[in-house]
Each structure stands twice: as C-alpha cells, then as structure tokens.
C-alpha cells in the first residue's frame, strides 16, 4: 500500500514546515513516543490522541483553523485526564495553559474556585502569589483572610 503524502513538509529553509504541523507532531510524540521526554506525563498516563487526529494532520489542521488557532497560542486539553480530540481541545494564551495543569493548588474563596496564581491576580489579593502559598499550605490560613491580609512591611534599620 503507498504511503499518503500530506504535503505539508516538502520545501526548504524556516517556512517549510507550517506552524500546526509542527503542533500535531509534538502531540503525538508525548503521547504515543516512549522515548520522549514527557511520555510518562501523556501517553504514559493514558492520554492519547482522537483516531480522527492520529493519521490525519490534514483533518487536525482544519478543526484547529475553525477552533481558534492564531500564532501565540497553545493548543490546550480542557480535562487533563482527557485525550487530544476536538471536544476536549482548545487554543489558549500561555498563562491560560499554566492555569489549566493538573499540578495547580486549586483554592476555594469567597464562592469561587481559582489557581492560586489567578487569586494572586485578583483585584481582591494584596499580596503575591509566593505570599498566598505560605499563608495557605504552611500556616493554614483561611483562603479569604490569606488573600485580603496585607503582608507586614520589614523594616531595613538595625538595632542599636
């Protein structure tokens, strides 16, 4: 049987390779490469990549340019626990992807749920994000008062 060409690759220099490209390859190498470096985090764990993606960047490409794509973005599983598919799959800013790993504290204020990095952000937070960490995992502070209380100012002056 002849091998199906995409023609995605062919060509010289930085162009020749199209950017989603270069997105479906890497995503099929952390989940079905066991010599890649983040295997064990994909595939390793059971996240694959839908049939309809695996055989087909032609297909990938055309839900990504429907769903959102744009230069800058980071094509982002919206379950972690989920595989690549079109129903779990969506492009986000870099910090949107940092928000969505599975290794955030998630943190439960005022009748909302945030990363602590996005309550670090909130317009209620006075204090930053290293702060509220301390505050909540090592001294037990409630999330509300971690998050409202300013931090004590250190004065730089030595006793005399």
Request: charged share 25%.
């Amino acid at each position: 049987m002849p091998k199906i060409t995409h023609g995605l690759t062919k060509g010289k220099g930085p162009k020749r390779v199209p950017k989603l490209y270069s997105v479906w390859v890497r995503m099929k190498q952390r989940c079905c490469d066991k010599n890649h470096h983040a295997y064990r985090r994909y595939g390793g764990r059971g996240i694959a990549v839908c049939d309809e993606w695996t055989n087909n960047v032609v297909v990938f490409i055309h839900w990504a340019q429907k769903n959102g794509y744009r230069e800058g973005l980071l094509l982002d599983r919206i379950n972690n626990d989920g595989g690549y598919s079109p129903g779990n799959c969506r492009f986000v800013t870099y910090q949107q992807s940092n928000n969505n790993r599975s290794i955030n504290l998630l943190i439960e204020a005022f009748g909302e749920c945030k990363t602590l990095s996005e309550w670090a952000e909130d317009r209620r937070s006075v204090v930053t994000a290293s702060t509220l960490r301390k505050r909540i995992q090592l001294s037990n502070w409630s999330p509300e008062i971690a998050i409202t209380t300013k931090s004590r100012v250190r004065s730089n002056t030595t006793r005399q």
